[in-house]
């Protein structure tokens, strides 16, 4: 079993920027495809980023290149999400997530693709 706990979320206005963190324990995380979702009220659960096991590799939701940027730190057992220009559409709970399928398998952008999840964290972006 791994346990996921993201911090880091909070209010702020359009073009602040955010950095989530997402602390494993229970189990290593240093071999496992990390991914980062979000949901908006209403919404279903969208993937936003995922990173494979040594961090050499991201891929990211078009809504959010160029502004987010998946990484980890395997000694800390962790994952950050930094968000950049923040626009009020990056309003939603975000959770961080654990995957024991390949990187390569497109599952890993999907929710059916991860094992595990955090409560989520809660980001309130104003215009």
């Known amino acids: 079993q791994v346990q996921l706990v993201e911090s880091g979320g909070g209010m702020v206005q359009a073009g602040d920027s955010l950095r989530l963190s997402c602390v494993a324990s229970?189990?290593?995380?240093?071999?496992?495809?990390m991914g980062w979702f979000r949901q908006a009220p209403g919404m279903e659960r969208e993937f936003v980023a995922r990173?494979?096991?040594?961090?050499?590799?991201?891929r990211y939701a078009d809504s959010v290149k160029g502004r987010f940027t998946i990484s980890r730190d395997n000694a800390k057992n962790t994952v950050y999400l930094q968000m950049n220009s923040l626009k009020p559409e990056d309003t939603a709970i975000y959770y961080c997530?654990?995957?024991?399928?390949?990187?390569?398998?497109?599952?890993?952008?999907?929710?059916?693709?991860?094992?595990?999840w955090g409560q989520g964290t809660q980001v309130t972006v104003s215009s």
């Open positions: 990173i494979n096991s040594s961090g050499g590799s991201t």
């Open positions: 229970g189990r290593t995380i240093s071999s496992y495809t």
């Open positions: 997530a654990v995957s024991r399928m390949s990187y390569y398998n497109v599952q890993t952008m999907a929710v059916t693709g991860y094992d595990y």
